[in-house]
C-alpha cells in the first residue's frame, strides 16, 4: 500500500465510516448551529419584548410608544394582561416583559415612588442579565423623556425639570433563576476550540477501535503500526479535517452568529495549523491506547468540560492548583484557546501568537514519539492475533 492510498483509505474511512464519521463531519455542524443560540442575545439589538400596560394613562401610552420607537427594543405585543405576556415569554416569542404598574402616571407625576418592572427569562444560559442590559438603556431613556413631558404639560418649572433630569431612575437588577454572566465574543471561542478537540479525539479513538474489532485488522492499519510514516500518513486526514473545521468555525460560523473573528487572518491561519498539529497527535495516540478498548468516548467526553476551566481562561488561573495548571499546559485546548483568542478575536500578529504556536507544534511532536512507542506494543499484540497467537483467544472473546 503506498502513502498516498494509505491517507486516502483513512480520510474515506473518516467521512463514511458509521462507527467515527458522526464525530467528523456531522457533530461539529450539530454544535454550531445549536452552540452559540444561547448567547445570541447578548447583542443589545432588537430584543424581542412585550409591554404590560396596567396603567392605560396617557404617559404609559407616550411610554409605549417611545418604547416602539427605540432601535433596540422589537416592540412585539402590548397588553393589560401580565398572564398572556408570560404565557410569550415560556413559548419562546419574546424574551423581555416590560411592567407598567396601576397608577403609574399618578405616582410619577405626584412624587410618589414607583417603578417599572423588566422581566427576562433566567432559564437561559447567559441570556437573562444580557437581556437587562440591552434592554435597560432603552427604556431608562424613554421614562425619563416620557415623564419629563408629562411633567411639563402638568406645569412644572423649567429649572425643576432640568434638575430631576439629572437624577435618572435607579436600576436594580435581581437575579431570580440564573445570575451567571457569560460573553459571546470570550466564551464561546473558547468552549469551541475544546469542542473540536474533543469530537477529534472521539472520532479518531472510534476509527481506531473499529479497525480493532475486525477479525482481521486492515491493511492501513496494519502498515501504520508497522511504519512511523505510514502512522503520519493515518494522521494526515485527522490533522486535515481540524485544520478545516477550525478555519469553518472562525469564518463562516461565527460570522452567521456575529461572532468576533478572523482579525488578523495569518495569525488565525497559523493557530488552526498548530492546533491542529497537536490535536490530530493527541487524537492518534488516543486511538492507539484506547482503540482496542470500548471506552474511548467515556474517556474523552468526561475530561472534555475540566478543559473549559483549568485552561484559566474562564477560571482564573491563579486559582488553580499549580500541579493542575501544568496538567492543563499538556493539552491542545489551552495554548489552543489562549493562542485563538489572541489571533483571531483581538487581531494579535504572528509573532505575538508564537509562544502558543510554538506551545502546540512542541506538543504535536511529543504525542507523535508516544504514538511510534505504543505501536511497538500493539504491532506485536496484532501479529499474534492474525497469526493465530495467544492473543487470538482473547481477540475472539473481545467478538
Keep these: 500500500m503506498s502513502l498516498f492510498r494509505c491517507f486516502w483509505q483513512t480520510l474515506k474511512e473518516c467521512c463514511t465510516n458509521l462507527a467515527c464519521a458522526p464525530f467528523f463531519m456531522l457533530a461539529i455542524v450539530f454544535y454550531a448551529m445549536y452552540y452559540c443560540w444561547p448567547y445570541m442575545a447578548q447583542l443589545p439589538e432588537h430584543i424581542s419584548t412585550a409591554i404590560v400596560d396596567e396603567d392605560n394613562s396617557?404617559?404609559?401610552r407616550r411610554l409605549v410608544q417611545a418604547l416602539r420607537a427605540s432601535p433596540n427594543l422589537d416592540v412585539?405585543?402590548?397588553t393589560a394582561n401580565?398572564?398572556?405576556a408570560i404565557g410569550h415569554m415560556q413559548a419562546q416569542n419574546i424574551v423581555t416583559i416590560v411592567g407598567i404598574p396601576p397608577d403609574f402616571e399618578k405616582d410619577a407625576l405626584s412624587g410618589t415612588p414607583t417603578a417599572m418592572t423588566?422581566?427576562?427569562n433566567g432559564a437561559f444560559i447567559v441570556k437573562s442579565r444580557s437581556s437587562v442590559a440591552g434592554a435597560s438603556g432603552p427604556l431608562r431613556e424613554a421614562s425619563m423623556a416620557a415623564i419629563s413631558a408629562?411633567?411639563?404639560n402638568n406645569g412644572m418649572s423649567p429649572s425643576m425639570l432640568k434638575l430631576s433630569a439629572m437624577r435618572a431612575p435607579g436600576l436594580i437588577i435581581q437575579p431570580m433563576f440564573n445570575n451567571?454572566?457569560?460573553?459571546?465574543n470570550f466564551v464561546v471561542p473558547i468552549v469551541f476550540i475544546i469542542i473540536i478537540q474533543t469530537l477529534m479525539l472521539c472520532g479518531t479513538g472510534m476509527l481506531f477501535n473499529d479497525w480493532y474489532s475486525q477479525r482481521e485488522q486492515p491493511e492501513v492499519l496494519m502498515n501504520a503500526l508497522c511504519s512511523p510514516i505510514y502512522l503520519l500518513a493515518v494522521?494526515?486526514?485527522v490533522f486535515l479535517i481540524s485544520f478545516l473545521w477550525t478555519l469553518i468555525c472562525e469564518g463562516d460560523i461565527f460570522a452567521l452568529h456575529g461572532v468576533n473573528s478572523f482579525q488578523n487572518v495569518p495569525a488565525t491561519f497559523a493557530m488552526a495549523a498548530a492546533f491542529a498539529l497537536a490535536v490530530s497527535s493527541l487524537a492518534i495516540l488516543v486511538g492507539l491506547l484506547l482503540g482496542p478498548t470500548n471506552f474511548v468516548i467515556q474517556a474523552v467526553v468526561i475530561t472534555s468540560l475540566p478543559c473549559v476551566f483549568i485552561s484559566g481562561n474562564l477560571w482564573p488561573a491563579h486559582n488553580i492548583p499549580i500541579y493542575i495548571r501544568a496538567l492543563a499546559w499538556l493539552l491542545p485546548s489551552t495554548p489552543g484557546s489562549c493562542g485563538m483568542m489572541r489571533a483571531s478575536q483581538c487581531g494579535?500578529?504572528?509573532?505575538e501568537i508564537l509562544p502558543y504556536a510554538a506551545h502546540l507544534i512542541i506538543l504535536g511532536f511529543a504525542y507523535m514519539a508516544m504514538a511510534f512507542i505504543i505501536c511497538h506494543i500493539r504491532k506485536s499484540l496484532v501479529q499474534h492475533v492474525n497469526t493465530g497467537g495467544p492473543s487470538a483467544i482473547w481477540k475472539k472473546d473481545r467478538i
Design 58 to 60: 396617557p404617559l404609559s
Design 76 to 78: 412585539l405585543q402590548v
Design 82 to 84: 401580565r398572564e398572556e
Design 118 to 120: 423588566l422581566v427576562t
Design 150 to 152: 408629562e411633567l411639563v
Design 180 to 184: 451567571i454572566s457569560g460573553y459571546l
Design 235 to 237: 494522521q494526515g486526514p
Design 348 to 351: 494579535a500578529t504572528v509573532h
